[in-house]
């Protein structure tokens, strides 16, 4: 199995998890390829085993490789989609981070977890992406115009609320008063959006959800919509410009650009182990239901 090992940062806390990672993948007779500024990074700062060093990095995957692993937290994971884009290429989490919603896989876990993988006893979850485009002159987005989380507009260099007309499919929704509105896919529903407000929604809903950031308009509530629904917003507000963000990714825009979001032509696949569950992680992670009297 041909496997690409994917970070961004390195914490003293990941050091246990990329040594044990390496030496299980390297055990198991897999072929690992590090990203490039990764192995830099862990070079640097004197984190890798001298004989790792010489290991075979990438700059830019393609369809040979089996799996990706992400060593960091959510976020992590977040940047390795735009590694993956619509290369139909696995990815798994190992978590050094702190929740680790997407990130599952804990440290004293990953022994188990790569001797499972690599028998392929594990199942994929696909992830609703979202696209989006603009009407600005400028193009500010590039290719990296799409999210596994959410899309959201807020306001900029202001503390005054910004006025966000909202069409679905052509029909006019509402203009909601508020700092923000974020478009969050089920995967994003339990981070943003769960923050403002919004619902969490199990990852295989064919379903999208509007939250509003802190709304004026007090009977602004989340509303969940189908996922092939093509959302269309316009921001109005005191300052000229404002802010969108894409997952981690965030671009100015100006207040005559018109933001068309879309669910995404492909998906991003996530490996699960075979006794893991959203609904468990919802409850390990979340501590869904928790009460101090059970």
Not at 11 to 29: A, C, F, G, H, M
Not at 207 to 224: D, E, F, G, K
Request: hydrophobic content about 40%.
């Amino acid at each position: 199995m041909k496997i690409a090992i994917y970070g961004q940062y390195y914490t003293e806390r990941s050091q246990t998890s990329i040594d044990v990672l390496i030496n299980e993948l390297k055990n198991n007779n897999a072929t690992l390829i590090i990203k490039d500024a990764y192995l830099d990074l862990l070079i640097e700062a004197n984190a890798i085993n001298f004989k790792y060093k010489n290991l075979p990095t990438y700059s830019n995957l393609d369809e040979s490789f089996d799996l990706l692993i992400s060593i960091g937290g959510d976020g992590t994971i977040l940047r390795a989609i735009t590694d993956v884009l619509k290369l139909n290429i696995p990815i798994v989490g190992i978590n050094t981070g702190r929740l680790g919603f997407l990130a599952t896989i804990q440290e004293n876990e990953i022994e188990d977890a790569v001797k499972a993988i690599l028998k392929g006893e594990y199942k994929i979850s696909e992830r609703t992406v979202l696209s989006v485009e603009t009407t600005s002159n400028t193009q500010p987005l590039g290719k990296l115009n799409f999210a596994l989380n959410e899309i959201a507009v807020s306001r900029k260099n202001t503390t005054s609320m910004i006025t966000v007309d909202t069409h679905l499919n052509d029909e006019y929704l509402t203009s909601y008063w508020a700092d923000g509105l974020i478009i969050s896919t089920p995967t994003g529903s339990t981070g943003y959006s769960l923050s403002c407000g919004g619902p969490v929604i199990t990852p295989g809903s064919n379903s999208l959800v509007l939250t509003p950031i802190a709304p004026h308009n007090l009977n602004a509530r989340p509303l969940v919509i189908p996922s092939d629904t093509k959302i269309q917003l316009k921001v109005n507000g005191r300052e000229p410009q404002y802010l969108m963000s894409m997952d981690s990714r965030l671009v100015t825009l100006n207040n005559n650009d018109e933001v068309i979001i879309k669910e995404a032509d492909f998906n991003i696949k996530m490996v699960e182990l075979l006794d893991e569950s959203f609904i468990d992680t919802l409850r390990k992670k979340l501590l869904w239901g928790e009460d101090n009297r059970n």
